[in-house]
């Protein structure tokens, strides 16, 4: 599910599509798979910290 959820989020917020990016140019065998895995893991981090802190996700807004 964490997965599927990291994908939902690299279509939509523009830092985890950058981060997805960047993670699948570094190498040339699985790229999409292993790209992905390091965005869900990105995404628990952060689910993690705003659990923690009481927090609701604020993206950062572009003018």
Excluded: G
């Amino acid at each position: 599910y964490l997965i599927e959820a990291a994908n939902s989020v690299r279509n939509n917020i523009p830092t985890f599509r950058a981060y997805y990016q960047k993670k699948k140019a570094e190498v040339p065998k699985h790229q999409h798979k292993r790209a992905l895995v390091l965005t869900a893991r990105k995404l628990v981090r952060l689910v993690d910290v705003l659990l923690r802190n009481h927090q609701l996700y604020m993206p950062e807004r572009s003018v």
